[in-house]
């Protein structure tokens, strides 16, 4: 891929709100998540954990998690059927900063494999609560670890979004 073909890429994503019910291939999916793990992290440190949820169970509870937080009592995941969950060492200083690269890299590494996403937020809350530690329990995790963010991937229901214009004073030289 030339560097014009990175630049177009990170362009064209797009973040996805209606989701078929296709699934995100194993191959694909591993791609995108050890892509992930090359995003920088303050120290090199590598403080962030990602879990990847495929099960229809567990994907459904992160999502009734998640709207609780919000409220309400929709899917904020938006029918995808991958839900990405990065967590990061909250004892670290940079822990939202590690864990929002990772973020970063998920969606482009979707984009480059022809998987769409949308970063869903309310993690911290959802791993701050009890429910959330006794989800980091289950799974063997150490409840030290706080929510950064989530990634619903997926493919597309209905057309692909376009990209909103970008504001007159997004960028200022100095």
């Known amino acids: 891929m030339s560097m014009m073909e990175i630049i177009e890429l990170m362009k064209q994503r797009r973040s996805v709100r209606s989701y078929t019910d296709e699934a995100v291939s194993d191959e694909v999916l591993d791609t995108i998540l050890e892509t992930a793990t090359y995003a920088p992290t303050g120290g090199g440190k590598q403080s962030p954990v990602i879990v990847a949820v495929k099960d229809r169970e567990t994907r459904d509870l992160i999502s009734r998690l998640n709207a609780k937080v919000m409220g309400g009592d929709t899917d904020p995941f938006y029918g995808a059927p991958v839900i990405v ?73 209905g057309e692909e979004p376009e990209a909103a214009p970008r504001k007159e004073d997004y960028i200022i030289k100095i």
């Open 85 to 157: 969950i990065v967590l990061a060492d909250g004892t670290r200083g940079s822990y939202v900063e590690d864990g929002s690269g990772v973020l970063n890299y998920i969606m482009l590494a979707a984009k480059a494999c022809g998987v769409d996403s949308v970063w869903v937020a309310r993690e911290k809350e959802m791993f701050d609560s009890e429910e959330g530690k006794a989800l980091l329990k289950k799974w063997g995790l150490p409840d030290s670890l706080r929510g950064v963010g989530a990634a619903a991937l997926g493919y597309h229901a």
